[in-house]
């Protein structure tokens, strides 16, 4: 069987492809099975970030005591709560999904178990970046109404 240069660089491609996804899910799910808590070490970055940025927005939503000075003071602070309850939502979120990403604490089947999270970790790379993408805009627009207000 003879194949044109475009389909056999098309095979190639998709094979070099394959592997590399393959060799990241191994990659994974072998840091899965030798972590000590069940996570994968970016995972627990980006779930520390996320509940450091959610007590943070919790303790900065707290309505103030005194009345604001102005009505502008009122609209900032108004501003900077809808950017507390975004983050305090978008945090809870992206903590849930990462939960759902830990190897659970059965020892039975513990490898396989490790592959399978591996390999959801890998799916849902995507929605979980996007998450903390939302989180990186909400602390830049939580830092610029601080700035604001403090002003």
Request: charged share 25%; with cysteine; glycine share 0%.
């Amino acid at each position: 069987m003879v194949l044109d240069p475009m389909s056999a660089l098309s095979i190639a491609a998709s094979a070099v492809q394959f592997v590399d996804f393959a060799r990241i899910i191994v990659c994974k799910s072998k840091d899965l099975y030798r972590s000590t808590d069940e996570v994968l070490k970016e995972n627990k970055q980006t779930e520390t970030v996320a509940i450091r940025l959610r007590e943070l927005a919790e303790s900065i939503g707290v309505p103030p005591t005194e009345p604001p000075l102005n009505s502008n003071s009122s609209l900032l602070i108004s501003h900077l709560q809808t950017i507390c309850i975004d983050c305090d939502s978008i945090s809870t979120e992206l903590l849930q999904r990462l939960h759902q990403l830990k190897v659970p604490d059965q020892l039975k089947h513990r490898k396989w178990r490790s592959f399978r999270q591996a390999l959801k970790s890998v799916w849902s790379k995507w929605e979980i970046d996007s998450m903390a993408k939302r989180l990186s805009d909400l602390r830049a627009d939580l830092e610029t109404e601080v700035l604001v207000l403090l002003r």
